[in-house]
């Protein structure tokens, strides 16, 4: 258990049994009256932002997050299938949970688990993916009126905008956090 005094940014902690990360904190001690701490709270189950303040002296469960390094095998039925790099055990995760994520995995990647009493709580990617383009139309020459980009497909099925000489074949690296275009392989 820690008070509320000694929330830091990236912390996590329980509220009324609901695994959060501590966003964003504020000490404040006014002149008159007692002093609280403002936080900005994300529910890493929904992804939810929440605003709450405490009582300095307010207790609170400190969460122990444990991380486990996964490596991505299979996905089948909406069920992506997980192998754990020490125990060997097989983990399966709905998509529901993955989100987004699911654009950026390729059989034989390594991401992180992070776990919390056993469930898993979040799924960790690489900062960057390395995938192939299904689809890129011909760039046009002197198609540069606009910003010079074409859509492509990439072998996951996500779409993204990508210079014109990308073509199909190609390995493109994607930033996993913003869903980018960062550079050819």
Known sequence: MITANDLRQGMRVEVEGVLYQVEEFQHVKRGRGGAF???RLK???T???IRRVFSPTERLKD???EERE???TYQKDGIFHFMDLETFEEKA???EILGPRTNFLK???KVTLELYEGRIVQVELPTFAELEVKKAPPGVRGDTVGSANKL???ESGYSLQAPLFIKEGDIVRIDTRSGRYVGKK
């Open 93 to 95: 995760i709905s998509k």
């Open 63 to 65: 969460a122990f997050i």
């Open 70 to 72: 996964v490596q991505y």
């Open 107 to 109: 059989e034989n990647i």
């Open 37 to 39: 701490v403002r936080t």
């Open 47 to 49: 992804q939810q932002i």
């Open 43 to 45: 529910n890493l189950q």
């Open 152 to 154: 492509i497909v990439l």
